[in-house]
């Protein structure tokens, strides 16, 4: 499933390490959203660990979890349609 991370960080620093950390998710599509192709499970765990990495009384950081309907539905202006990873590459 896609899950769409998005985040409002005031400190540079704290957002720069979690755009870094989240690269390793999935893809950046704005300058504080992130499409992810994980399972339920994946994020739950993604969630666990970014709420180590940020302080909650400063920072805003949402995890939107898609079925595969909404995804379908998407539409954009600009960009490519949310596309989940190649299964293998061809190295």
Same mark, same amino acid.
Not at 9 to 24: S, V
Not at 80 to 91: G, T, V
């Given at each position: 499933m896609l899950v769409l991370i998005v985040y409002d @960080?005031? *400190? *540079? $620093?704290?957002?720069? $390490?979690?755009?870094?950390?989240? #690269?390793?998710y999935g893809r950046r599509v704005q300058y504080s959203v992130f499409e992810c192709f994980i399972s339920l499970e994946e994020m739950r765990k993604l969630h666990q660990t970014v709420k180590k990495r940020v302080k909650p009384a400063e920072d805003n950081v949402r995890f939107y979890w898609l079925s595969q309907e909404a995804v379908s539905r998407v539409l954009t202006i600009g960009s490519?349609?949310? #596309?989940?990873?190649?299964?293998?590459? @061809? @190295?």
């Open positions: @960080i005031p *400190d *540079d $620093k704290r957002r720069l $390490k979690l755009a870094n950390f989240l #690269e390793g490519s349609l949310p #596309e989940p990873p190649p299964n293998a590459y @061809i @190295i």
